[in-house]
């Protein structure tokens, strides 16, 4: 299992804006796509953004010109910047991980969450 630590959450005022980190740790041998995603109480889980291996970005529909996801050079951290924060992004916010780690014969894929990090955006 690959471990993913998030970190950044808060309480912001309409307009604001919040960085939000995730670093994966374990027996990585690669990662193939990393991103976050949200929930909002009473709703689904929805993309917010996802970066791959190769540097190709998605972003969600409501969150496009607002927020922006990097990751480090290593690849094992990504960021995403949001900006112009509304009411409407308050949500958990949950880290995700695909690629294949280590194991004692040939690497086997993982799809692994974050526990969550909160995001409350009010006045």
């Known amino acids: 299992q690959v471990q993913l630590v998030e970190s950044g959450g808060g309480l912001v005022q309409p307009g604001g804006s919040l960085t939000l980190s995730c670093e994966a740790s374990?027996?990585?041998?690669?990662?193939?796509?990393m991103g976050w995603y949200r929930q909002a109480p009473g709703k689904q889980r929805e993309l917010v953004a996802r970066?791959?291996?190769?540097?190709?970005?998605d972003y969600g529909d409501s969150v496009k010109g607002r927020f922006t996801i990097s990751r480090d050079n290593g690849w094992n951290t990504v960021y995403l910047q949001m900006n112009s924060l509304k009411p409407e992004d308050t949500a958990d916010y949950y880290c995700?991980?695909?690629?294949?780690?280590?194991?004692?014969?040939?690497?086997?894929?993982?799809?692994?969450w974050g526990q969550g990090t909160r995001v409350t955006v009010s006045s």
């Open positions: 995700n991980a695909v690629g294949y780690m280590h194991t004692t014969s040939v690497p086997r894929a993982f799809d692994d």
């Open positions: 374990g027996r990585i041998f690669s990662i193939n796509a």
């Open positions: 970066v791959t291996s190769g540097g190709s970005t």
